[in-house]
């Protein structure tokens, strides 16, 4: 069974940079996409990025040249950096993971972990 866990939440202000980490566990060989989702509550849980088997990665709109991720197969680790933050940026975020290709839809992921806060002020 997979099990995830992101770290690095905090708080931070307007224009700031922050890192988050998902370290993965209980995988089998078999590629698997990897994603950060967020949310804020009473709204939708949000893609922000995709990261694909071969580490393509896609983002959504709203952080498009804002963050980044990375991911480490033989670590089973994925991270995502954030520059020029926001306060709409402010949401808990969560990795996600599913088998095979990567998809936009939060109900596809079957594995999700606990999430953790971001928290932008202005």
């Known amino acids: 069974q997979v099990q995830l866990v992101e770290s690095g939440g905090d708080s931070v202000q307007t224009g700031g940079s922050l890192s988050l980490s998902c370290a993965a566990s209980?995988?089998?060989?078999?590629?698997?996409?990897m994603a950060w989702f967020r949310q804020v509550p009473g709204k939708e849980r949000e893609v922000v990025g995709l990261?694909?088997?071969?580490?393509?990665?896609q983002y959504g709109n709203s952080v498009k040249g804002r963050f980044t991720i990375s991911r480490d197969n033989a670590k089973a680790t994925m991270s995502l950096q954030m520059n020029t933050l926001k306060p709409e940026d402010t949401a808990t975020y969560y990795c996600?993971?599913?088998?095979?290709?990567?998809?936009?839809?939060?109900?596809?992921?079957?594995?999700w972990g606990p999430g953790t806060q971001v928290t932008v002020s202005s």
């Open positions: 996600a993971t599913r088998p095979g290709f990567c998809s936009w839809k939060s109900p596809d992921y079957r594995a």
């Open positions: 990261t694909y088997p071969n580490a393509n990665t």
């Open positions: 209980g995988y089998s060989s078999s590629p698997y996409c």
